[in-house]
């Protein structure tokens, strides 16, 4: 039921993020209305589409304020591969709206392997007094976790592992979780030794949604660590299972992946030694 | 009448300089990211399956062994010199897998830490690219049951010249 509630939750966001806006709050006539209603026609073509590109060029240059436009005319630049060009026109975005756009620009650094650039962003926006709880644009972890991933990617597992909890501890209760976040914090607790805190975690996560793969496989490093070899094993094997399961969730943004072959590399070492 | 003309001839040429930027380069593929063949650029032995239909779906064009056999076997063929540890940076390279698991249409951006243009050793930029176009085991995207050419691109990071996993 709570991943329902929760999958209900993120189809939610998913849509407020690309879903459209509403013309009528900007004055009729205003440069934003006119700007605001060519948008809801540019995104009735193909996303990516000349089309649509010229649509959003219509409208920004008939309202350059209304900073949505900007922001839908560089997604499809981030998709396929021109950062570049989508900085240059999402960076108009923020300029007029950093509250709103911040995030966004952050998630492609992280997606494009920026990390440093993607904290810079994410620590600005968390310092603004009205910013507010946002999503990768899929809707499953909250931009806190990437940032909480993101000093890990950097080596700072200390600041990563206070980022997450300081996230944890804004939610009100387990429902408000992501599908994933308890794993996320697991793998971090593994990367800086701290297996106890790990296996508590993890073992956590199970309770939430007990079908991610690499949740298994860092249980059962925890464990190897902790010298518990049958429940490492036991582990291991679970995530060599779970990687068989075609309804297995795929923990998209995990930052850290786990592949058949690590699995069993684990599994070959607890068999020698 | 001379310094009417004139007068109109400026006055049209200020209305036409005060276009904004995004109006004045609409000169746009059919979508972003379309890649014409390049005879200066490409292999003229490539071929897309059907030029008519090419996806802009990356996520459905796959690697055997994911990301970390991708990451394997470019490490694999990578070879250091001296020479590159003076570059940081990223390597953005685009490019098709047609529906036979061939790539062509490869398309390179160089960018530093700050993700701005920046340049390379030439001899670095060159092998990159040449290590990026041997990788052999891509599977084309399949997509409504067809199997499809797809543009696709890749993302190497480099710290002290060396290629840096995901």
């Known amino acids: ?273 | 009448m001379k310094k009417f003309i004139g007068f109109v001839v400026i006055f049209c040429f200020l209305l036409c300089c005060d276009k904004p930027k995004s109006l004045k380069a609409n000169t746009y593929e059919n979508q972003i990211g379309d890649t014409s063949f390049n005879p200066n650029l490409d292999n003229r032995n490539f071929k897309l399956c059907d030029s008519t239909q090419v996806l802009h779906k990356r996520a459905l064009v796959k690697y055997k062994g994911g990301t970390k056999a991708l990451e394997n076997d470019l490490i694999s063929q990578f070879n250091y010199k001296s020479k590159y540890q003076s570059f940081n940076g990223y390597f953005f390279i685009r490019f098709v897998v047609n529906c036979n698991d061939e790539t062509g249409r490869f398309r390179m951006q160089i960018l530093d830490q700050n993700f701005k243009s920046t340049n390379c050793p030439k001899e670095l930029e060159i092998h990159i690219l040449k290590i990026t176009k041997a990788l052999k085991n891509w599977n084309h995207a399949f997509y409504k049951g067809k199997a499809m050419d797809c543009y696709r691109f890749l993302i190497i990071k480099m710290e002290k010249g060396k290629i840096i996993k995901a």
Request: one cysteine or more; a positive charge.
């Open chain 1, 1 to 273: 039921m709570k991943i329902v509630l929760l999958l209900i939750s993120f189809t939610f966001c998913f849509q407020t993020v690309y879903g459209q806006v509403n013309c009528y709050i900007y004055p009729e006539n205003s440069g934003e209305r006119k700007a605001c209603e060519l948008c809801d026609e540019a995104i009735k073509h193909p996303q990516g589409s000349k089309e649509s590109q010229l649509l959003f060029d219509k409208a920004i240059a008939i309202g350059p304020k209304f900073d949505w436009a900007y922001y839908q005319k560089s997604v499809p630049y981030f998709k396929r591969g021109f950062l570049i060009e989508g900085l240059q026109i999402l960076n108009e975005a923020i300029k007029l709206n950093p509250l709103e756009y911040l995030c966004y620009r952050a998630y492609w650094y992280w997606q494009y392997r920026n990390y440093k650039l993607c904290i810079k962003d994410l620590e600005t926006y968390y310092s603004m007094p009205k910013a507010y709880i946002q999503f990768t644009p899929g809707g499953e972890k909250d931009m806190r976790i990437i940032l909480g991933l993101a000093y890990a990617k950097m080596g700072d597992y200390t600041k990563s592992i206070k980022t997450i909890k300081d996230c944890f501890a804004t939610y009100k209760d387990l429902d408000d979780f992501g599908l994933a976040d308890y794993h996320s914090l697991g793998v971090i607790y593994v990367k800086n030794k701290q297996y106890d805190e790990a296996i508590k975690v993890l073992k956590k996560q199970l309770t939430i949604n007990k079908d991610i793969v690499d949740t298994y496989y860092y249980l059962g490093l925890a464990n190897k660590e902790k010298s518990n070899k049958s429940e490492a094993k036991k582990q291991f094997n679970n995530a060599l299972i779970k990687l068989k399961d075609k309804n297995r969730y795929y923990n998209t943004n995990a930052g850290y992946n786990v592949y058949e072959s690590d699995i069993q590399v684990e599994i070959d070492n607890l068999q020698i030694h």
